[in-house]
């Protein structure tokens, strides 16, 4: 393992710092830190900031024993109540009607704007009809405890059922899956482009006569997936900063776990996935026939991304969503959804890892025997046959 | 002592590329792997190399068989440039002397000595494809030595160079053999390096077809000319000599192939009875003369290639 190691380890840092020196790498780097800048800014330059506020209009001065309750409970739902009082009921009804006042109470009157306002009259009426209900009561000759014990009062606590057990995981589930399709498509380019480069700059003859090709393979895409990860940092570090500071990005709160199987889940698939893209580089002939080379490559991630959007977030149950959660190619991608959902067994997530991590061993064997071969047919695009089965080689 | 080819074979599909080829490369004399387009030397050297397994066969150094550290150690120059084109000159030098498991401070300090032996050393900062032709050629070279190799393996190194260049390259090539370096270098120009190598391995279809010392392969081929030109249209001093062919007479030059049992200067003393020899002198056949008789191929009008 050591000299083997020591050559990947110089392939990997030569790409890596020939990668972040290049133009293109520093420009995207930009983009993504204002993307991400902007993303924790904007919610806070354009969003609500603290709690809401609601405007109550009152004929005459507020009633002490109103305002009393609505900023107890103000306290609790995290809403601030402003008051402002209008001499009529006409003028009540005037400051709700222009938007001076969310609501606006005059007498037995209960003003409502018909644009905005939400719950706000709702729990001004509530309220009103506590205050009169315990004060009718403490009439008709309860003590005050008795009275506060009929306020103390709940209706049921309320739980919404749905296919996920929690949005928030399955929010991170979903964020994993763009992530990762994003990243790989991005530096799944960037490692077809740097194979075919060091195949149309005959670099690979030189480097194969001193190491395997898996090495030589391995580092390049250690190079690009370290460069990707650098950029993925960027992307998520304001974010994470902000989170930590001021709590109120957002985000759903996520477990540290849920974390950490996505990072697994992101090495997995990226490893997966790299080689393909390497493989397909060390076919073409021309640099310019990169895109082209790559796109079945490319058209299996979309298809295995479509595939674990619908199916698992339809039903992360189904025979479908298991069997797209397990196979190799689109488990990186439908995993993480369905693990996110809360209804997969343990057992089924570390065969798919399993199942994952095997199938990217297979394929850097696969992608250094055509490596090998190919790198060595110049003058025309390689055809597959060419390098699985035993034809000629130049 | 040596590099030993033992039986190669590699077949690719249906072609044949190498068909058994064996020879010896001795350390210490530049050796030409020679042969036309399509023989097969460029298989070899990267089977050599172990960028290719052969079907069968084996290479051994020092009465080993070579495994990958040992390969590590040597020095290969591709036919195509294998440089990365965006790098400085003299990290491209330092990266592969690094590769070949050198540390950083003693491939820089190496790298910096061949540049300058290459007369490359202004241009370490400058990038690769910034250099010329000759320029890129001179730093492949210093990628393939920077590690001080005891085997150094150059595929067709003098194809497309001007005279000084070749010169260049085979007077540093020449040093590093005399240092005790195993120096092999393939070619199909055969007349080209005729006066650069000592020992040559020639291959066709596959095979090998002559190996030795050239000097020797040239002086005992039995294909020795002697080339007059007498002042006189006689040829009557030629009947005795009846194994002696006339390979051209013209009006200045009687040229004339001779059996190894038959002493030139006797011929010249026949002639100088005649006439006149106002200019004379032995011709040893070509390397493309030896080649085709060994391949059992006629010339073609082009030559060999």
Known sequence: MGTGWQGTRLVAQRGLVENVK??????????????????????????????????LATAGKAPADVVATLDAAGKTADFHVKYVS??????????????????????????????????????????????????????????????????????????????????????????????????????????????????????????LATLRPSQVLLGTVLAVGTATLVQLLVLAAPLAV???ITDNIGLPPVAAGDIALAVAWFALGFMLYAFLFAASGALINRITEVNSAILPVTMTLIIGYVLAVTVVTSDPGSGWSVAVSMFPLTAPLAMPTRWASGEVPIYQLLLAMALTAAAALLLVSLASSIYRRALLITGHRVRLREVIGGRAVS | MGLEILNVARSFGDRVALDGVSFDVAPGVLTGLLGPNGAGKTTLLRIMLGVFNPDRGEVRYDGRPVGEETRRRWGYMPQERGLYPGMPAGDQVVHFGRLHGLSRRDATRRARGLLEELGLDDRWA?????????????????????????VIVLDEPFSGLDPVAVASLSGTLQQRARGGCIVLFSSHQLDLVQDLCEDIAMVDRGRTVLQGHVATL?????????????????????????????????????????????DPLDLLDAARSAGRV????????????????????????????
Request: hydrophobic share 45%.
């Open chain 2, 126 to 150: 400058d990038r690769t494809d910034r250099l010329s032709g000759g320029m890129q050629q001179r730093l492949q070279l210093a990628t393939a030595l920077v590690h001080d190799p005891a």
């Open chain 1, 86 to 207: 209008r001499g009529d009921q006409d003028a009540v009804r005037q400051a709700v009607r222009d938007g001076h006042a969310t609501a606006g109470l005059a007498g037995e009157t209960l003003y409502a704007s018909a644009k905005a306002g939400g719950s706000f009259p709702v729990v001004v009426a509530q309220v009103v009809v506590a205050l009169q209900t315990s004060r009718r009561l403490a009439q008709a000759g309860l003590s005050p405890q008795q009275v506060a014990d009929l306020q103390s009062v709940r209706p049921p606590q309320q739980v919404t059922v749905g296919r996920v057990k929690d949005e928030g995981r399955a929010g991170v589930g979903f964020g994993v899956g763009i992530v990762l399709y994003v990243a790989i498509i991005f530096a799944g380019t960037a490692i077809a482009t740097a194979v075919a480069m060091e195949k149309s700059t005959g670099i690979s003859e030189v480097l």
């Open chain 1, 22 to 55: 290049s133009r293109s790498f520093k420009v995207v780097t930009g983009l993504l830190l204002l993307l991400s800048l902007a993303g924790v800014a904007l919610p806070q330059i354009l969003g609500k900031n603290g709690p809401t506020t609601y405007t």
């Open chain 1, 242 to 244: 902000a989170v930590q």
């Open chain 2, 278 to 305: 106002v200019d004379f002198g032995l011709d040893l056949p070509t390397l493309s003369q030896l080649f085709l008789a060994a391949a059992g191929r006629t010339l073609d009008p082009a030559g060999v290639r």
């Open chain 2, 218 to 262: 040239r002086a005992s081929s039995g294909r020795r000319q002697l080339r007059l030109h007498v002042e006189s249209p006689n040829r009557d001093w030629l009947l005795p000599y009846a194994d002696v062919t006339v390979v051209s007479d013209e009006a200045d030059q009687l040229r004339l192939a001779f059996p190894p049992g038959t």
